[in-house]
Nanobody, 131 residues
Framework: QVRLVESGGGSVQAGGSLTLSCAAS???????????LGWFRQAPGKDREGVAA???????KYADSVKGRFTAVQDRAKATLYLQMNSLKAEDTAMYFC??????????????????????WGQGTQVSVSS
């Protein structure tokens, strides 16, 4: 019943900007307390990479590769997580997934959270950056 629906992907020129949205629904109160939303991405031939995630205190953890360029914004009222991406690079090209991970795992880093076997995944939205 839990659903994570992404939108906002597309094709942009290097240096451009794009904003992704993730709408969560169908979750229980217990899940809302235990899980945190984040963005992960995967490109063909590459490992899954945690991009950004917001913990229970509203603090965001970012991958080193996107620090200073990407910003995750959480709208608690709408149960929506946005990812504002600026100064996009060709290497940002990937399928971006909205993921609900156990908040406790974020204490160990995005890599650990990305491997959460109890995570909920959206269908993904493609981001393509041309140089």
């Amino acid at each position: 019943q839990v659903r994570l629906v992404e939108s906002g992907g597309g094709s942009v020129q290097a240096g451009g900007s794009l904003t992704l949205s993730c709408a969560a629904s169908g979750y229980s109160a217990a899940a809302a307390r235990a899980y945190c939303l984040g963005w992960f991405r995967q490109a063909p031939g590459k490992d899954r990479e945690g991009v950004a995630a917001v913990d229970r205190d509203g603090m965001t953890k970012y991958a080193d590769s996107v620090k200073g360029r990407f910003t995750a914004v959480q709208d608690r009222a709408k149960a929506t997580l946005y990812l504002q991406m600026n100064s996009l690079k060709a290497e940002d090209t990937a399928m971006y997934f909205c993921v609900g991970v156990r908040c406790a795992l974020l204490d160990y880093g995005l890599g650990t959270a990305a491997a959460d076997t109890f995570a909920y995944w959206g269908q993904g939205t493609q981001v393509s950056v041309s140089s």
